[in-house]
């Protein structure tokens, strides 16, 4: 079965960026979604398709994809960006179809 | 207000059945495929299966196939799950998740708030 992998956790300064990768054979031909998750709290959709964002998201949240690795990216992080990040894909072949979630990774912010 | 609300979880024995339920409103239900998905106490989020909004399609983790059935009533705004052979390793959070789309390939946008299902002796 197709799998994703995730750094278990990230640290970052406020107003830094932090990058959050999520790797996958070849994950570049397909489209990777990212949710936030504080704790306690059920997931929350941040980017889609790789790197559009939902209304109400805002734009320091952003996303690439190519190759192996699709990243996660946040700009000028805050605090209440603290939180577990976990990326996601549909996983469509000839004898199986899933949706494939990453390992998860947490951000601290310092 | 667009929402979505679990009920149904709670603790039950190794090899017992469970039905969760999921009420949708704020949202023409019927145009969105639907799926639920699982966190273990402190371990990241699993898929555990996805209807099409017409019921066309239908998919489970293997984790799950075969003991498991997801089932949507339209007229009724709702999305079900029947467990059965409940084993521990079942024990988590299920999360009902809405589709952006109809068909089954794209991202969740909506998410309810979970239910809680332990599976102990």
């Known amino acids: 079965s197709y799998v994703l992998t995730q750094p278990p956790s990230v640290s970052v300064a406020p107003g830094q960026t932090a990058r959050i990768t999520c790797g996958g054979n070849n994950i570049g031909s397909k489209s990777v979604h990212w949710y936030q998750q504080k704790p306690g709290q059920a997931p929350v959709l941040v980017v889609y398709d790789d790197s559009d964002r939902p209304s109400g998201i805002p734009e320091r949240f952003s996303g690439s994809n190519s190759g192996n690795t699709a990243t996660l990216t946040i700009s000028r992080v805050e605090a209440g960006d603290e939180a577990d990040y976990s990326c996601?894909?549909?996983?469509?072949?000839?004898?199986?179809?899933?949706?494939?979630f990453g390992t998860g990774t947490k951000v601290t912010v310092l | 207000e667009v929402q979505l609300v679990e009920s149904g979880g709670g603790l039950v024995k190794p090899g017992g059945s469970l039905r969760l339920s999921c009420a949708a409103s704020g949202f023409i239900f019927s145009t969105y495929s639907m799926n639920w998905v699982r966190q273990a106490p402190g371990k990241g989020l699993e898929w555990v299966s996805s209807?099409?909004?017409?019921?066309?399609?239908?998919y489970y983790a293997d984790s799950v196939k075969g003991r498991f059935t997801i089932s949507r009533d339209n007229a009724k705004n709702s999305l079900y799950l029947q467990m059965n052979s409940l084993r521990a390793e079942d024990t988590a959070v299920y999360y009902c998740?809405?589709?952006?789309?109809?068909?089954?390939?794209?991202?969740?946008?909506?998410w309810g708030q979970g239910t809680m299902v332990t599976v102990s002796s």
């Open positions: 996601q894909v549909w996983d469509s072949t000839s004898d199986h179809r899933d949706y494939v």
């Open positions: 209807i099409s909004s017409s019921n066309s399609y239908i």
């Open positions: 998740a809405r589709g952006k789309v109809a068909t089954i390939y794209d991202a969740f946008d909506m």
